[in-house]
């Protein structure tokens, strides 16, 4: 690969390169600069304020990069995205100075759809519950709820929410999505039928968010979208914490409105400790970590990789944003 030499490179994803040290190795050899996250978490809008004037290349984790962030990042020319979601970046920002943004489609599309189907059956089985009961000494008699025959609604069947209408299919359970952007030809290939939000919410026993976070879906599932869903059902969400009003969904599940929720996002990261879900024992809760699996961190390292260099090396990224 042709050495990018005088190029510096921010990169801050803590798990860039953890499970294929070539990912670093290759960055190494190919720009002037390497420069790393110390923090080990998303950077701040002040402290890329700071980094970024510095930088030819970055390679981007969840962190807040609005219109201050690149306020003085002049020699910037690529934000690559290590992942999918760019609701933290500011894209017209970004444009505005000539700066590529790209992102890594699909890279973590089956870790993000086996954590979901994960998170559904251990609201189902109460699987979190037996656990600790069983540690106690306890011996439980729980009663749950069997996928099979239930219906498992998908709010948004782009690359994730396929994935985990491909691994249901042996659930015997009856598939529903809504997305407007997909056709009747795709959903009937992965057996899903698709349905009208409202229709939706309604027969879903199982609702789990497939959405990326714009400004027509953040703050989508607030007390309205909740109370119409049905009485006793599981939402589960693998997506963007911006999507849900946490204090409307406290309160349908403190009311017996929703019998349990997962939740793998949040709008704080990381939550407050005494955010007032962790009080309620039918909530499962994970740190976002729907796509921290080997396969998924190397395959958004590795996209995430080729277009911040195709870009520095003046060829077209594969995967562009804007």
Known sequence: MKALCDCTVLVTPSSFGRHDPRLHSMLAESV?????NEHGRPLTSDELRDILPACDGYIAGQDHIDAHALQHAERLRVIARYGVGVDRVDLAAAQARG???????????????ELSIGLMLALARQIPQANQGTRRGEWPRLSGVSLAGSVVGLLGL????????????????????????????????????LVELADLLANADFLSLHLPATPQTVGLVDADFLARMQPGAFLINT???????????????????????????????PPVPDNPLFRLPQVIVTPHMG???AGAVNAMGWGALNDCLAVLRGDPPVHRVV
Request: with cysteine.
């Open 239 to 269: 997506a963007r914490g911006d999507l849900v009003d946490e204090t409307a969904l406290y309160r349908a599940l403190q009311s017996g409105q929703l019998r349990g929720a997962a939740l793998d996002a949040f709008r704080q990261e």
């Open 32 to 36: 002037g600069e390497v420069i790393g």
């Open 158 to 193: 782009g690359a994730i929410g396929q994935s985990v209408a491909r691994r249901l299919q042996a659930f015997d359970c009856s598939l529903q999505a809504h997305d407007p952007f997909v056709s009747a030809d795709l959903a009937q290939q992965l057996g899903v039928k």
């Open 99 to 113: 700066i590529i943004v790209t992102n890594t489609p699909g890279a973590n599309a089956a870790a993000v759809a």
């Open 291 to 293: 796509a921290h699996t």
